[in-house]
């Protein structure tokens, strides 16, 4: 793949983000992009209101200094009022979209859930509805990513609600599996919404009722990333995409538990079918696990640098 055309994620630094030990120093957003331009990379993402809270000159400092940069934007917390502020700053800074999500539910275990759809779902469709016409007006998208919770039907559902004029995809490859969909699947169903992409590799396993998402270097997983991605490349997308190593905390979907299914009625059986078959035919190929590495700096970019050069591999 062309290094130039991907960028590098905050997301991939559980560790040295601060996200799994909030007494480590968080990387700053120069050493990411001193990361990415040692790789050779196209530039970064990051959640804007994660390490700039309300500090809206300073996210605008950043930008103009690094404008000859690919930045795109992430939202960790979806408030509307919030990000009205931080899109004026976007768009003097010529930046268009930015993801947003739903939830932290991850799993897609929806029928663990209590009212989903009427809490969950119905709250965030509500609160796009506040800011459409904030949005139509900026000629701005939230790219929705599909964060373990919503799936490709539900994206779609709220794509139709509320616009395409103002709402995207941003697609996450590993999280298509946990709601029910291969990347394939997913893919098809959203491809022509799709804004920015999260290159996401995972080693599965099977466990009782369940299957288990473990973190791992890109290109080592066995969802057939490799594929899926020259999927991608292929059908000529045009738009960013970012290197986003998966959580140290396992994920795990309990998709051989028929309640499992009967929370999602979209579904039919032949499309269950051809997903359990996927699924199958994956864990078949799965190697030994390591979940008992400790996070660390050199953990994490040692997994970062061997994901570029698998990346880089790719044709």
Same mark, same amino acid.
């Given at each position: *793949? $062309? ?19 909030? !007494? ?7 050493? +990411? ?7 050779? +990379? ?20 950043? /930008? ?37 999500? *739903? ?14 759809? !009427? ?37 779609? &559902? ?13 697609? $996450?490859?590993?999280?298509? /599996?946990?709601?029910? %969909? ?9 491809? $022509? ?15 009782? $009722?369940?299957? %288990? ?17 020259? *999927? ?25 538990? %028929? %309640?499992?299914? &009967? ?16 699924? &199958? ?35």
């Amino acid at each position: *793949m $062309d290094l130039n055309k991907i960028n590098l994620n905050y997301y991939s630094f559980g560790y040295l983000g601060g996200f799994i030990d909030k !007494f480590v120093k968080k990387m700053t957003l120069q050493q +990411l992009v001193k990361l990415a331009n040692n790789y050779h +990379l196209g530039g970064i993402e990051f959640p804007a209101d994660y390490l700039f809270k309300n500090n809206y000159d300073q996210l605008d400092d950043f /930008l103009q200094v690094n404008n000859k940069l690919n930045v795109f934007i992430s939202f960790e917390a979806f408030k509307p009022e919030e990000i009205k502020a931080f899109i004026a700053i976007l768009k003097k800074n010529d930046i268009n979209r930015a993801r947003i999500k *739903m939830s932290n539910y991850f799993g897609g275990n929806r029928f663990k859930i209590n009212d989903f759809y !009427f809490i969950e779902y119905e709250t965030f469709v509500k609160n796009l509805k506040l800011i459409k016409s904030y949005l139509i007006d900026y000629d701005f998208h939230l790219l929705i990513e599909n964060h373990q919770d919503l799936n490709s039907h539900d994206i779609l &559902n709220i794509i139709d609600t509320i616009s395409e004029k103002c709402i995207g995809v941003n697609w $996450d490859i590993g999280n298509s /599996l946990p709601t029910g %969909e291969t990347p394939l699947q997913f893919y098809k169903n959203l491809k $022509d919404h799709i804004y920015n992409i999260h290159i996401k590799d995972y080693q599965i396993t099977k466990n009782d $009722d369940a299957v %288990e998402y473990h973190r791992c270097i890109i290109g080592d997983g066995n969802i057939g990333i490799n594929s899926t991605l020259n *999927m991608i490349l292929k059908d000529n997308y045009q738009y960013s995409m970012s290197i986003e190593l998966g959580a140290y905390e396992k994920r795990v979907s309990y998709i051989f538990n %028929e %309640e499992y299914w &009967n929370s999602y009625p979209c579904y039919n059986d032949n499309h269950k079918t051809d997903y359990i078959n996927f699924i &199958n035919s994956r864990i078949k190929n799965t190697e030994n696990i390591n979940d008992n590495e400790t996070p660390s700096k050199k953990l994490e970019l040692f997994q970062i640098e061997q994901s570029i050069n698998n990346l880089k591999d790719l044709h």
